[in-house]
């Protein structure tokens, strides 16, 4: 009965490659790190990356802010460490101006109120911001807290299925 489990055990246990063993057992190869060559990015793709126009990139490689080097074919590039490396320097440079709110909401559409519709209750604020109509239900309370009219800046924030509204 022993032999028979052993048997059992040995057959049943794959190795770390994931295959079962037939027959004796032969030794799994160790897991191995993936190391894959760096990913290098052409001024374009980084000015894209980063939100900013391809000669803005060029300006700051030029300048010395972004590293880059030539390839085969005389493109610069960006190594992907790099990039990722300036890109969060970049994010953390953004100093919030004076009267910034602070909002966990990430998905800003600043823009200006077309319409209000009130209601006893609800309200109904739509907003342009360029090319996007927003509009967002809220309570009426919430619009005249807000001082919310026709022509002002405001801007609508996006969180899941919610739209915020922040005067600005």
């Known amino acids: 009965m022993a032999d028979a489990l052993r048997k059992v ?5 794959p190795c ?13 190869p160790a897991a191995r790190p993936i190391v894959t ?9 980084a000015a894209r990356l980063l939100g900013v126009s391809p000669d803005t990139a060029r300006r700051w490689a030029d300048a010395g802010r972004i590293t880059t080097h030539r390839d085969d074919g005389g493109r ?22 004076e009267g910034t709110s602070y909002t966990s909401a990430r998905n800003a ?7 209000i ?3 006893d209750v609800a309200a ?25 009219e026709v022509g002002m800046e405001a801007t609508a924030r ?3 299925t919610n739209v915020h509204i922040d005067r600005t």
């Open 9 to 13: 055990r040995k057959l049943s246990v």
């Open 16 to 28: 770390a490659s994931g295959a079962l063993p037939t027959g004796p057992r032969p030794p799994c």
């Open 37 to 45: 060559g760096m990913q290098s990015y052409t001024i374009g793709q």
């Open 76 to 97: 610069r590039l960006v190594d992907g460490r790099d990039l990722a490396a300036f890109s969060v320097e970049l994010a953390g440079a953004g100093a919030p101006e």
């Open 109 to 115: 559409f600043p823009g200006i109120v077309t319409a």
């Open 117 to 119: 519709k009130l209601g």
């Open 124 to 148: 109904q604020v739509e907003i342009q911001a360029g090319p996007h109509r927003l509009v967002s239900l809220l309570t009426r309370e919430a619009v005249e807290e807000l001082g919310l």
């Open 158 to 160: 996006v969180k899941s």
